[in-house]
């Protein structure tokens, strides 16, 4: 039976290196996950934190069920200016309120020019709201436009033997959960 897995994709580009490996990703692991791509986190009003509980807008409210009743969710993100984009941390922040994240498995992928510190960003905030990861199902991939083609596959060879590995310990991750 497949598994249903919620991939939230943090760029604000419709021609993202990020939605692209997403979009790889639900090719590769067709026969395990059901792969339900979020790519409008600009949709998300600002967050509120006099309306998180009460009052909270429609769309927080499915955004949140969406994650909620995901098997695991896949992050795959870009770095701003040294940190995670403002729209995904911005849909974070609305489910802080909440328990959510707590124990749900979870991939990272930060796949950037650099990268670096977005990514230990992002493992931190989920460590923060105890999602679960491992090492194995976070990966950074620096130098990203450099590494996939035009037809959203992976022309680095290094970068696609990562890929398989982090697909390997995210289904591993979702199967011992």
Known sequence: MQKNIFAIVGSASSDS?????????AILTKDDFHVNIFSRLQSLPHFDA?????????NITEFRRLINDADGILICTPEYIFSIPSRLKNAIEWCVATTIFSNKPIGMITA???GQKGHEELQLIMKTIDAKFTAGTTLLIQGVKGKINDNGM??????EKDFRHFIQSFKELIRNS
């Open 154 to 159: 992976i022309s680095d060879e290094k970068t």
């Open 50 to 58: 006099d309306i998180t509980i009460n009052h909270v807008p429609a």
């Open 112 to 114: 950037s020019a650099n």
């Open 17 to 25: 290196a990020n939605l692209k490996l997403v979009n790889l990703f």
